[in-house]
């Protein structure tokens, strides 16, 4: 089982760069869907992301629907405020791949698309009175350590033991 995230057109670079160091940190593939707002080699990307990215496996995708063809639909969660359900209210602990799909940080996912998918849809809860939309990175990091919590955080270390000689 894996959680993947997915970057549906994402167009500020230090939000994947941070995104891409939570993937590295968590085990979790990175998708991107194009087109990207920024260069790959962008600077801020490389600073946000520092010495991680030999670490995230990623996969970029030409379009919404080249993404698609690639997986199983069936465990697939449009992360966005236009929802009903609510992110920590879904089992993920199935044993199955959870494809965590976030929109680009300007206009989110596709209306037409969270339409035809409603029931994929979910959202973290918040106050919309005052604020319009939680960061980009925020988001990812609070859905995959959801999964991850409810999965009893496979394949990563709950605890930090420092080495013998720092201790000195």
């Not at 894996?2 to 990175?30: D, K, Y």
């Not at 707002?37 to 962008?42: E, I, L, N, Q, R």
């Not at 602990?93 to 849809?121: A, I, Q, S, V, W």
Request: aromatic share 10%; hydrophobic share 35%.
């Amino acid at each position: 089982m894996t959680n993947h995230i997915v970057l549906f057109e994402p167009q500020i670079p230090a939000n994947t760069g941070n995104i891409a160091r939570t993937c590295a940190a968590t085990n979790s593939p990175l998708h991107l869907i194009e087109p990207l707002g920024f260069s790959t080699d962008d600077k801020h990307l490389k600073r946000a992301g520092l010495d991680y990215w030999n670490d995230v496996d990623i996969t970029y995708h030409e379009n919404l629907e080249a993404f698609l063809r690639t997986i199983d639909t069936e465990n697939l969660h449009l992360i966005t405020k236009f929802a009903h359900g609510v992110y920590s209210e879904v089992d993920y602990d199935d044993g199955k791949n959870h494809y965590f799909m976030f929109g680009k940080e300007t206009t989110g996912l596709p209306e037409e698309f969270m339409r035809e998918n409603e029931e994929k849809c979910l959202r973290i809860p918040m106050n919309d009175e005052h604020v319009r939309s939680l960061n980009l990175s925020n988001t990812v990091a609070l859905v995959v350590y959801e999964a991850l919590r409810q999965q009893n955080f496979p394949k990563l270390e709950l605890t930090h033991h420092y080495e013998h000689d720092k201790l000195d």
